[in-house]
């Protein structure tokens, strides 16, 4: 292949399902993108439309049962990490792939130092000794610019701050100096003046070690001013996939124009925001065809009955909506085969 | 919708709140210090306006909101709610006041009973402050319903078989249901999705107009504050830093901090693009707090008068008031 | 509006009411029915309780006939449980016995609970001097041996089956002060307690309403759990004059007249010892049930 | 911590107040004269009285109560009524034995608890979870004196393991360390279980997946450690239970521990014994809850810091 | 003497050594013979640390120890002549005076002994030289030799009782072929040979008496060789002690009787009738075999055979149903009579009681069990609280005036033995007349007199003449109980 080259992680058509009690939940469902080196793609959309799914697909930490990645592939590198073995997984995990998580409350452990929890993914992965991973740790405490870090290593979570513990969550995934860094919602639980300050961090980090980055977030203004290209997922599928200044300055997709019309805005004085109808479907209940339809203002019966595909509309956006197809104008009807131009 | 200054009629005076908590220490439980949480503040809320409270997380936004409503005792002020000093009632007394104030909290899914059905919160809601003869009551729970736009058959279910902002329009419809005068908002909207923080803002905005409600409107997302308030006060460290209209605050940010806040903000606009100003360091604590102005520790242009000295809130426009020795 | 179709309505709203609460019962039963375990648990319980009710039709023999010519007789056709040091026939014994320990494990348990549930709320409600009072108190009650309890409840109420009911209770009260008290210090702290604190309810109704329903679990998890000790601490009573007098067929009594016989007839020892454990089995797998299925969250 | 140590120190005094009239008023209520039981069989009426002149309990009660106290704030807790030695010393001989062994048991409890707990968990509803679960609950309706008489008699008698009773050697505290933490582990077991599947679906256990840990250290160090906090309460109250429930199995294995003593007293009705057996008790007692709370308090401190 | 002789000649024969090691259901509480009331603690001391002027042999006939002869001068002056060159454990010279010493600090008020009252006919101790001693009483009391040879009667160094009166009851110090080493409280007490006893020398080196509560366990340790000996054996395990090819039991008849005592103060058991129709219904073979497996004989008195003073010619009531049905009927108890049985609560006791209710049944009378723990057991029939109850008279003298006395007398009612409350003047007569008695012929006349009565009237329907058993290990030879149930070492050997 020849785009393994350009491409350090290429995501195609991945598959993952919830199997619970009540039913099948394809929590993200036939979702493909890829990211170069050193760039960073932002993946947005509502809550549980499957953002951190995917990026816990990629790094293959989906909680099993119920769940499981059901189809598709992640290339890493050119090779499928879906077919790599556990132990294979495990020297990639926190090494060339890892990830900053959502809560930086929980996602330290309350009972060691952080310095330890740095250390531990230093020595794990780079065969270093005690010590000099202790060093390594408090060095990167540095790096993120966590003031007298020496002291704070030896400190557990609880006695950091927020914005500090999420710096500690940085140190420790960019400890190993990863290709990819999957970042999902860093600054969900930071003050706006901390959440700037990280972004600023991570984006320096980047620059210096020449990561990729994966930044999750559902704050399109975050996306916009850290992301080279976005992806916006609904309801476990991506439906629309294109640059930031694209998505922001000429959005396509229904949803997209929904979600950034309900952003009250700082700009002008609204009486009423734009918001979208209706809620986001159960996962276990989606609709049959495209499961924005029931939201969407434009929907028409094909929207109803049939899925629409993901669909390159230019060079750089993709686009999954009836309404950007050629079908749209068409009248529709249901036995005429559709999508098979 | 915004009232004119001539029609501006005090519902709610703060006036010089304290709220020290107290850290317990020393062999008999003494109390050895105190998180000086809100430390001297003093606003009036107005008759069917929005004032929002915005500041960073720890700042005594909700203690503010919570001394209020007196969910805490605080330590020292008073608050005067309709020529009644809360402060001073008798616990049964307030129970009879709360009638007026209401409040909506951040997580809708925490301010919910996970063991009760949508019609028994109401219900209950009605039954405690007897609002409605108890055979009505089924066809208010409707209403209320209506008005937050919820269908009357989610009575039977619970609070987990909702959405984020379903629930969120429970916890409304909850508040809304004693027919309250004053509805403190503490981060109402904080937890909800973009599309759906816009339904519940157009729902609280429109229930303003309806039942001529004043809201006190606690949040840090200033895309939000501005939408939605009249007045908006901005809070550090256990103070007020700045107090003016909206149009104000956001077009004539005088307090470094409001403007470092304001800078902050993500905006997906390429038009408003501005550059950052952007704070090191960490909210100093507030058990501590620093001499002077409390924000000279990240304050980028502090001077020597404001370590020492602590600024009083003073009026620098019409309708502005700010707490900085630059400033002035 | 016509008259008659208010009417209607307002029977419709009665039909309705009926309808919903059946309905809310009939998803419990559902749930809990889904939960298979459960469901066994559940049957053993009945099948104890219905072997209490039933207990002198279904008894083969009479409990109380000493016969003491086929004394410790192993398991035979005429005897399916063999018989005791004085010739009776467990399985009747244990058949009568079930009404006893039935009632004395359920009503201690409940008893100590419901005022352990009481001091553990109060406890972590209020907290202050309260909590270090009640708290402290429960330390002591922890700390202080049962027989001297035991004996003080004889010399104060005097020797029935009610009071051992009592002195057990009391031996478990602060075991589940100190759940419930940790369980409501977290609850306490939820926003939905202030929401209701802002609506005006008083601390009563925040209590019992509130706070009770959700530190259930915990308590139901404990509370099947002491059920066994509950049933062995009360034959250890009976010895002091309090609990069921000789020859009634208490379980624990039994299990404990068996200690003389561990090697020359297990038997007598073994056959109640299942009783007990098979009936502890069945309740806390039945708890587990039934908290899951009270609790609306778990959609199961 | 330590003035909360401190504070809760002298928290104690009133309780032990409060515990030695509640045993005091317990004993003058309970039927059964320690001069008549103390006289022996066939004692005369006179006989009886010389003795109870003796012992001081012809004395106003009002009196002897506060003469117990006024003694025992000094650190004198007056002699037993049966063999007129000082109850402390009676104490100390035991304290030490019945610490060993509540420690020991305490040690089985925890380590066997949390052994089938973990297996329990990572397995969740496999043949392992579902058996060792049951195993506990047995072990929980089980009594005492039955499980410790078939420890004896299989390693004891049959297998030449370990000696049928007394104290002194680590052999001879296995077995009434085991059949005294059965009860425990079983609890334990419980409730590690429970405990430990809550902390496997912590944010931080995907955290140490994330970093590419191997499974079972992502268990054992990340996750045990936090899954120990509310273990940690029912190991306190199992404690609890040790010093009071001790005596059957002191009495399986002939141990010479505080609960025999106190059982013993209190059958005798050597008030000034019980007196001191219960106060020591509830000390040891609420300095175990003390040791419960700080150790709660130190795990938990990033959850509740007041 | 014979006894003692037999042993002489085979022990200087044996090869001496070994440690004896009793385990025992519970600790002595005072090791000073004035205080001890209990068995367990006068075990560890009787005849072992301490020795007695005289001693009862297999028979509970009266042998010389420390005394050497004695006659008795006249109704109340006895005289002793004493061994002589025998010195305490601490050096002290056994002599006239050691006596003295002792008897006068059991008597003295200030002493408090709970055992003074068995001694309070003693009206002055003598000495008339240094090995002869005299014993003047108050009034004839003809039973003085059986309580100077039992555990009371123990003489303590002179020594100790002058230096340290109050420390002897953790260190005693006498006479005896052991010395006492050390006593570890609630666990077990040691002592050991003494070197320099002045008779024949024990053959063990030693013993430690261990505190083994649980029935089962001192079994298990006989089994297993950690413990040699133990004395208390619950009958349910005879079977398979007797199976076992690790284990001997020894059986020897003991001097205590169990019997059922009606409160004969109270309605309705003051009635005669009603008292002995019980007696008539309860068929006492079936309690021994059944409850006690054969331990133990079926009483007719509440005075054991052992017991001086028995009369054998007296027999229990005959189980007819039939005549006590009738008894019931002429007593006008017509609608079915109903009554509490209390016990204490060990389990043989228990045991008697349900199969007591159940043979009862059989004529209609209903029984309520009331198990009370031991305090309150001795409390409740010493206030005469219940209606009947389950008791048993230990005998620690082998004399008849301490059985009859305490149970019959009408002076002992309650708390010091007569829990049937029982009170006829004859009986008091014969009692009083049977102390002072000095011819033991007469004696047993007199006591046969009284409890021809005392059948007659039936405060006390006895059950069951005590049996002692031990449990020992095959290495141990030479094991005796004497009938007080006291373990006796002189002979014990063990491999
Ligand atoms: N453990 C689980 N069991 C069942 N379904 C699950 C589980 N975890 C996630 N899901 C399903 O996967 C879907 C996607 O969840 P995901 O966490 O990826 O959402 P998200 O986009 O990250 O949302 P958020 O913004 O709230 O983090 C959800 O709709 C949910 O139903
Ligand atoms: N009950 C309490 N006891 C002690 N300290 C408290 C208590 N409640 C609040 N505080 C402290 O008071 C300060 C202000 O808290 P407050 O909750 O008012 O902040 P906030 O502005 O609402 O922050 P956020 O945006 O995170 O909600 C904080 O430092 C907090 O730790
Ligand atoms: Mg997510
Ligand atoms: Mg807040």
């Not at chain 4, 175990?288 to 810091?305: P, S, W």
């Not at chain 5, 007398?409 to 049977?434: C, H, M, R, T, W």
């Amino acid at each position: 292949m020849k785009q393994v080259n350009e491409n350090i992680l290429e995501v195609k058509d991945l598959e993952t399902y919830f199997f619970t009690d009540e039913g099948t939940s394809k929590a993200v469902n036939k979702v493909s993108f890829s990211l170069k080196k050193g760039e960073t793609l932002g993946i947005v959309g509502e809550s549980g439309s499957g953002k951190s799914i995917t990026s816990l697909s990629l790094l293959r930490l989906i909680p099993s049962p119920p769940g499981k990645i059901v189809g598709g592939n992640i290339y890493f590198k050119g090779e499928d990490l879906l077919s790599k073995t556990d132990k294979q997984m495990r020297s990639i995990r926190g090494n060339e792939i890892s990830m900053i998580f959502q809560e930086p409350m929980t996602s330290l452990n309350p009972v060691y130092s952080v310095g330890e929890q740095i250390a531990e993914v230093i020595r794990l992965h780079q065969n270093l000794g005690k010590k000099e991973a202790w060093q390594k740790a408090v060095d990167m405490l540095k790096l993120v610019g966590i003031p007298s870090p020496e002291k704070r290593a030896k400190q557990e979570p609880h006695e950091l701050s927020g914005g500090m513990r999420q710096r500690v969550m940085i140190a420790m995934a960019l400890a190993c100096h990863p290709e990819v860094l999957i970042a999902d919602e860093p600054t969900t639980a930071l003050d706006v003046t901390i959440q700037a300050q990280i972004l600023e961090l991570i984006k320096n980090l980047q620059k210096e070690f020449g990561t990729a980055v994966i930044l999750i977030t559902h704050d399109l203004g975050v996306v916009y001013e850290s992301c080279d290209r976005v992806a916006v997922m609904y309801a476990g599928k991506i439906v629309e996939y294109t640059t930031a200044k694209e998505l922001f300055e000429n959005p396509k997709h229904p949803y997209t124009i929904g979600l950034l019309n309900s952003l009250p805005r700082l700009d002008m004085d609204q009486e009423e925001l734009t918001t979208i109808p209706g809620t986001v479907p159960s996962p276990y209940n989606m609709p049959k065809g495209c499961s924005f339809a029931p939201r969407c203002a434009f929907a028409k019966k094909i929207c109803e009955e049939i899925v629409p595909d993901l669909q390159h509309i230019d060079q750089s956006t993709q686009v999954s909506c009836w309404k950007h197809t050629v079908q749209w104008d068409r009248e529709f009807v249901l036995h005429e085969k559709v999508g098979v131009e | 919708m915004s009232i004119t200054v001539e029609e501006k009629k005090v519902l709610l005076s703060v006036n010089q709140l304290k709220q020290y908590f107290p850290i317990k220490g020393g062999i008999f439980g003494r109390t050895v210090n105190h998180v000086k949480a809100v430390d001297d503040i003093s606003f009036d809320i107005y008759q069917g306006e929005t004032l929002s409270i915005v500041g960073e997380s720890g700042c005594g936004k909700s203690t503010t909101g919570r001394a209020i409503l007196r969910l805490d005792e605080p330590t020292s002020g008073t608050i005067q709610f309709q020529e009644k000093d809360l402060l001073s009632l008798s616990k049964k007394e307030m129970r009879k006041v709360r009638k007026d104030l209401q409040v909506i909290f951040q997580d809708p899914f925490a301010s919910l009973n996970p063991r009760q059905t949508v019609e028994q919160i109401l219900n209950e809601a009605l039954a405690i402050q007897n609002v409605v003869p108890k055979e009505n009551r089924k066809h208010r729970i409707e209403e209320l319903l209506g008005h937050v736009g919820l269908r009357p058959e989610s009575m039977e279910r619970y609070p987990h078989e909702f959405s984020g902002g379903q629930r969120q329009r429970i916890g409304i419809a909850r508040a809304l249901a004693v027919e309250p005068k004053l509805i403190i908002c503490d981060e109402a909207v904080s937890a909800l999705d973009v599309s759906i923080q816009a339904q519940v803002l157009n729902l609280l905005k429109s229930l303003q107009r309806q039942f001529n409600l004043t809201f006190l409107f606690i949040s840090h997302d200033l895309g939000v504050v501005r939408h939605i308030s009249d007045r908006v006060m901005v809070m550090y460290l256990g103070k007020v830093v700045e107090i003016a209209d909206k149009k104000s605050i956001f077009e004539q940010p005088q307090h470094p901090y409001t403007r470092a806040l304001l800078s902050a903000i993500p905006v997906p606009n390429p038009v408003q693009k501005r550059e950052r100003i952007i704070l090191t360091g960490d909210v100093p604590s507030p058990i501590d707090p620093p001499s002077g102005c409390r924000f000279h520790t990240r304050c980028p242009f502090a001077i020597d008068i404001c370590k020492s000295q602590a600024p009083e809130l003073k009026i620098s426009a019409q309708n502005h008031q700010v707490a900085c020795h630059i400033v002035s | 509006m016509k008259p008659e179709i208010a009417m209607n309505q307002s029977e419709m709203t009665i039909v309705k009411k009926e309808s919903q609460k059946l309905k809310r019962w009939k998803a419990f039963y559902k749930k809990f029915k889904r939960n298979k375990l459960a469901l066994i648990g559940g049957y053993i319980v009945l099948f104890y309780i219905l072997v209490a009710i039933f207990a002198p039709i279904i008894s083969p023999q009479d409990p109380f006939k000493i016969d003491l010519v086929n004394k410790l007789q192993p398991p035979s056709l005429d005897h399916w449980m063999g018989t005791d040091d004085k010739g009776r026939d467990i399985l009747s014994r244990l058949i009568f016995g079930s009404r006893l320990s039935l009632t004395v494990g359920f009503v201690s348990v409940f008893f100590g609970a419901a005022i352990g549930i009481i001091l553990g709320l109060l406890a972590g409600y209020y907290g202050k001097w309260m909590d270090t009072i009640i708290m402290r108190i429960v330390d002591v009650l922890l700390a202080f041996p049962g027989i001297l309890l035991a004996l003080a409840i004889i010399s104060a109420l005097g020797p029935s089956l009610i009071n051992v009911m009592v002195a057990v209770g009391v031996f478990s009260i602060p075991m589940f002060a100190r759940i419930v008290r940790g369980s409501t210090l977290s609850v306490r702290k939820l926003e939905y307690i202030d929401a209701i604190r802002a609506l005006g309810a008083t601390d009563l109704t925040i209590i019992i309403k509130h706070i009770f329903p959700n530190i259930l679990s915990p308590v139901i998890v404990q509370a099947t759990l002491r059920l066994a000790t509950a049933i062995l601490s009360a034959a250890g009573l009976s010895y002091l004059g309090l609990g069921a007098q000789p020859p009634s067929p208490e379980w624990g009594a039994m299990l404990s007249s068996g200690r003389d016989y561990l090697f020359s007839a297990p038997h007598i020892a073994l056959f109640p010892g299942i009783a007990i454990s098979t009936l502890v089995l069945g309740f806390n797998i039945f708890g587990d049930g039934l908290r899951d299925a009270l609790d609306p969250r778990m959609k199961k | 911590m330590l003035l909360f140590i401190i504070r809760r120190i002298l928290q104690t005094i009133p309780v032990l107040l409060g515990v030695s009239l509640v045993v005091f008023l317990i004993m003058q209520m309970v039927p059964g004269d320690p001069a008549t039981l103390l006289a022996g069989e066939g004692a005369t009426k006179q006989t009886i009285e010389m003795v109870r002149h003796e012992l001081g309990l012809d004395r106003p009660i009002i009196y002897q109560y506060f003469d117990y106290v006024f003694h025992a704030i000094q650190g004198d807790f007056g002699e037993s009524l049966r063999n007129n030695r000082p109850v402390l010393d009676e104490i100390m001989i035991r304290l030490p034995i019945t610490l060993q062994l509540a420690l020991a048991s305490i040690l089985i409890t925890v380590v066997l608890g949390m052994i089938a707990g973990i297996i329990s968990a990572t397995k969740q509803y496999s043949m392992a979870d579902i058996s060792i679960m049951i195993i506990a609950l047995l072990g929980i309706s089980l009594p005492s004196f039955w499980f410790g008489l078939m420890l004896i008699y299989f390693f004891s008698v049959n297998l030449h393991i370990f000696p049928v009773a007394g104290w002194g050697t680590i052999q001879h505290m296995i077995l009434p360390a085991i059949t005294l933490g059965a009860g425990g582990a079983a609890i334990v077991a419980r409730m590690t279980r429970s405990s430990m599947l809550e902390v496997v679906r912590q944010d931080y256990i995907r955290t140490a997946r994330a970093k590419g840990l191997k499974e079972h250290i992502i268990i054992y160090k990340h996750g045990l450690k936090n899954a120990l906090i509310p273990v940690i309460t029912v190991v306190g109250l199992q404690f609890g239970a040790l010093l009071g429930g001790t005596v059957l199995t002191e009495s399986v294995f002939a141990i010479n521990g505080l609960g025999r003593l106190i059982v013993d007293a209190i059958r005798t009705r050597d008030l000034p014994m019980v007196q001191g057996g219960v106060l020591i008790a509830s000390v040891i007692f609420v300095f175990m809850n003390l040791a419960v709370d700080v150790l709660y308090r130190y795990f938990n401190k990033r959850i509740d810091l007041n | 003497t014979s006894d003692k002789t037999s042993s002489n000649a085979s022990g200087t024969k044996a090869q001496a050594g070994g440690t004896l090691v009793v385990a025992r259901l519970s600790d002595a509480t005072t090791l000073d013979p004035h205080f001890i009331t209990d068995i367990p603690s006068a075990n560890v001391v009787y005849e072992k640390v301490y020795e007695t002027l005289v001693v009862p042999d297999k028979n509970m006939e009266p042998q010389p120890l420390l005394a050497k002869e004695w006659k008795q001068l006249d109704d109340v002056t006895w005289e002793f002549k004493l061994q002589e060159g025998v010195k305490f454990h601490d050096g002290a010279p056994f002599n006239a005076d050691a006596v003295k010493t002792n008897f006068e600090r059991l008597l003295d008020p200030k002493t408090a002994s709970p055992q003074a009252g068995k001694l309070e006919m003693i009206k002055e101790i003598k000495v008339i030289d240094e090995t002869t001693v005299q014993f003047v009483l108050k009034y004839p009391y003809a039973p003085l030799l059986s309580i100077l040879e039992s555990n009371e009667g123990s003489i303590i160094s002179p020594k100790s009782i002058k230096e340290n009166s109050d420390k002897i009851g953790q260190n005693p110090v006498g006479t005896g072929p052991f010395v006492f080493d050390s006593w570890k409280s609630g666990e077990e007490i040691t002592i050991s040979k003494n070197k320099d006893y002045w008779g024949n020398k024990p053959k063990i080196d030693g013993v430690v008496f261990k505190v083994v509560p649980e029935d089962a366990t001192r079994i298990a340790m006989i089994e297993t060789g950690e413990a040699h000996v133990t004395d208390q054996v619950p009958v349910t395990e005879i079977e398979r002690i007797e199976a076992s090819d690790t284990m001997d039991l020894y059986r020897t008849d003991g001097l205590a009787v169990e019997y059922l005592s009606f409160n004969t103060k109270k309605k309705p058991f003051d009635d005669i009738r009603v008292r002995k129709a019980v007696a008539h219904a309860i068929e006492v073979d079936a309690i021994i075999k059944g409850v006690y497996n054969d331990i133990g004989t079926k009483a007719n008195s509440t005075m054991s055979p052992k017991v001086f003073g028995y009369d054998p010619t007296i027999k229990g009531y005959e189980y007819d149903i039939n005549e006590a049905k009738k008894l019931l009927e002429e007593a006008g108890v017509k609608d079915g009579l109903e009554f509490t049985l209390t016990t204490s609560d060990r389990k043989e006791r228990i045991n008697m009681a349900e199969v007591i209710q159940s043979q009862l049944k059989g004529i209609g009378i209903k029984v309520k069990i009331q198990v009370l723990e031991y305090g309150a057991y001795i409390e409740a029939t010493a206030k005469g609280e219940h209606q009947v109850s389950i008791g048993g008279w230990g005998n620690a003298t082998g004399d008849g005036d301490y059985n009859q006395y305490n149970l019959f007398n009408s002076k002992s009612q309650g708390a010091a033995g007569n829990s049937a409350f029982y009170s006829n003047p004859e009986v008091d007569q014969l009692i009083e007349s049977a102390r002072k008695e000095s011819d033991s012929e007469k004696r047993k006349a007199l006591y046969s007199e009284a409890q021809k009565i005392e059948r007659e009237d039936v405060p006390y329907v006895p059950i069951r003449n005590y049996e002692h058993l031990a449990v020992y290990g095959k290495s141990v030879n030479g094991l005796w109980l004497n009938p007080a149930n006291y373990l006796m070492l002189e002979d014990i050997t063990v491999k």
